[in-house]
């Protein structure tokens, strides 16, 4: 039971580039989250899905896309990126009522030069 | 919309001493409640979490926290700090076990010897 896994752990990108940072979970949780942290300013979501074809915005949405086509993986797609989006990048699911909360991935470093 | 307060960026404890980090939340709902810790270059761990059960909850490493609705807080306590409690802790909050979690900014924990 391998929970949330996230690759890759480190990226360093060039202004302009794009991405797809990955997320997978295996315990069949219907909810997943993307959140950046940043120095000082905690967790912040960027965006959510309560379900396979289902997401919505968080509070930080810009500059990234989300799709959800399978319960298992929630890719966060960067489409052009800045160095505002240097951060580290969690990905996070859990069931309805949070009952167990939420299990958190390890993170992606990702750096924009 | 839901927030929470964590006062305090850094917090210094002495070994062996109490170890108090204070959690103000604001929601419209019921909120279910969360504290999460979180060692240098690692993903979030769930300290514990409220959801509208009993006010006091135990969680792991013998940490605990009060759910107070008339003080809308949930702060984090431990009787007697160990070395490997230096970490950062983040409360968190989200309504009616939605799938949107607040983050305070947390609090860098260090235990002096």
Redo the contacts between chains.
């Keep these: 039971n391998a929970g949330v896994t996230q690759t890759p752990k480190f990226q360093v990108l060039k202004t302009g580039q794009s991405m797809t940072l990955q997320c997978a979970q295996d315990m069949n949780h219907e909810y997943m989250s993307w959140y950046r942290q940043d120095p000082g300013m905690g967790l912040r979501l960027i965006h959510y899905s309560v379900g396979a074809g289902i997401t919505d915005q968080g509070e930080v949405p810009n500059g990234y896309n989300v799709s959800r086509s399978t319960t298992e993986d929630f890719p966060l797609r960067l489409l052009s990126a800045a160095p505002s989006q240097t951060s580290v990048y969690f990905c996070a699911s859990s069931s309805p009522g949070q009952v167990y909360g939420y299990t958190f991935g390890s993170g992606t470093r990702l750096t924009v030069v | 919309a839901q927030s929470v307060t964590?006062l305090g960026?850094h917090v210094s404890v002495s070994e062996g001493a109490l170890v108090l980090l204070r959690c103000n939340y604001s929601s419209s709902v019921p909120p279910?409640l969360?504290w999460?810790v979180q060692y240098p270059n690692?993903?979030?761990?769930?300290l514990l979490?409220y959801?509208s059960a009993a006010t006091l909850v135990k969680g792991i490493n013998g940490f605990e926290a009060e759910f107070k609705k008339s003080e809308t807080s949930f702060h984090l306590t431990k009787p007697s700090a160990h070395m490997s409690d230096a970490a950062e802790y983040?409360c968190?909050v989200?309504e009616g076990?939605n799938?949107?979690?607040?983050?305070?900014?947390?609090n860098q924990v260090v235990v002096i010897p």
């Design positions: 964590q960026s279910y969360f999460y690692q993903g979030l761990q769930l979490k959801t983040f968190a989200s076990g799938n949107r979690l607040a983050f305070g900014k947390g």
